[in-house]
């Protein structure tokens, strides 16, 4: 399986993007998908997950900014980021998650750089 980002680039603060993300070699939906994200000098966090059941979960950060919308039977997530700010600023990762009965196994993009800079 893997996962496939882009969309991302440099824009101006206030600006918007919205990266995406596509799985191939999958045979099964995932049970969340979503986005995370990872800073200079900064551990990775969470942005945004939406699950198969339609909830989503957002950071602080995030909420009423960024909208995530995925695709469950095409295995594609988006991030749609308005009002972006230099803080947004970090290479953007999406993580799926499939529980096959037993386990939960975690999947990784190769990451899509966004830059808020004016």
């Known amino acids: 399986v893997q996962l496939q980002a882009s969309g991302g680039g440099l824009v101006q603060p206030g600006g918007s993007l919205r990266p995406s993300c596509a799985a191939s070699g999958s045979i099964f939906r995932f049970n969340e998908m979503g986005w995370y994200r990872q800073a200079p000098g900064k551990q990775r966090e969470l942005v945004a997950i939406?699950?198969?059941?339609?909830?989503?979960n957002y950071a602080d950060s995030a909420k009423g900014r960024f909208t995530i919308s995925r695709d469950s039977a095409k295995n594609t997530v988006a991030l749609q980021m308005n009002s972006l700010k230099p803080e947004d600023t970090a290479v953007y990762y999406c993580?799926?998650?499939?529980?096959?009965?037993?386990?939960?196994?975690?999947?990784w993009g190769q990451g899509t750089l966004v830059t808020v800079s004016s």
């Open positions: 993580k799926a998650v499939h529980f096959d009965g037993s386990f939960y196994r975690n999947y």
């Open positions: 939406g699950t198969t059941g339609g909830s989503t």
